[in-house]
């Protein structure tokens, strides 16, 4: 493999009110200390990502930064005897992108610690297509499944619908056999999540009003929420006796005004996921489920654009206004 000492990488930096966002040549001696030196092939954008974008997005945690949670691409050297040069690999989350140099970069040097080898069943792009937001969804399923929540149970509500985790959501759900409502706030993407598998469709404002109540009609089973906020609380209400609520995400807020009555009354489980900090194991657990039983049936439905490194600084702002619509992956 030819390498070439200088690479492209898209640099956030910010001092006292400056803020910047631009393409720069990075050496290999900018890299931060890892024991994996990666060729990256792919990213994706998440929500997260978009807050990097932007001066007071609170995710970045040492600038200048390379942000990008995820990354998947081929190993050129190791000093970690687990792999070896040419091995396909996959990296998302810990301190990637936003303490240590992430994927919107043509190389990266991963603690071998973050590491997990592509599963096979997937390339390297189909594993982007998924990066964090598929975890999560997979994660939000997996926890559904634990707490007794099987696919003749009734039916699963899906907020976020369009969004990256909430379009993988439905993916999942719709390939095992479940019925999903999915909910969102964009009319114009009923026919985008109806060939994802929903079932049915419903509005944002169907799920929540704009009031909570204590205890409302019971109308679904369960539910997997990346949106949070005051619609949780609404959901909470609304969920039938012993069901499951999956919580990944703040998208519609972080305060949640629920009542005890929900947990009480109904028995209602409230289930949270991270995918962050999630550990190996669970990781390569579900990795290995996405390339299998999870694996949605037409990964091209959720990927809705691959863009270049180029293109990042006008993409990234889009998610914040909750204009994402499935995924995007970044061809590097
Ligand atoms: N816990 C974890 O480990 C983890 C991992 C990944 C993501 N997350 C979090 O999960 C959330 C979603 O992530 P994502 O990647 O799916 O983001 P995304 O791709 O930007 O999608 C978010 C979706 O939420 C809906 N939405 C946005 N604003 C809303 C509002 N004010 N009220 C109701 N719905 C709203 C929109 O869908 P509709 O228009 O279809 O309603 C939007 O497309 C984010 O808060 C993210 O930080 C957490």
Redesign the pocket.
Known sequence: MTINHFFDALVVNKKDEDFSMDIKKLNFDDLPEGEVFIRVHYSSV???D??ASIPNGKIIHTYPQVPGIDLAGEVVSSTDDRYKEGDPVIAT?YEIGVSHFGGYSQYARIPSKWIVPLPKGLSLKESMIIG??G??AA?SVQSLVENDITPEVGKILV?????????FAIAILSKLGYEVV?????EE?HDFLKRLGADSIVS?EEVYDGSVKALGKQKWTAAVD????E?LASILSQIQYGGSVAV??????NNVPTTVFPFIIRGINLLG????Y?PMETRQKIWKLLATEYKPVDMNVLMQQEITIEQLPSVLPT??K????GRTIVKL
Do not use: E, H, M, Q
Request: hydrophobic residues 35%.
């Open positions: 998440n929500y997260k978009s807050l989350s964090t937001a975890i999560t994660l907020t976020g619908a369009t969004g990256g985790v909430g379009s999915a909910s969102t706030g964009k993407k944002r990346p949106v949070g906020g619609g990944s995400g703040l998208a519609g807020g996921i991270d995918s962050v999630c998610l914040l909750g204009g994402a619509v």
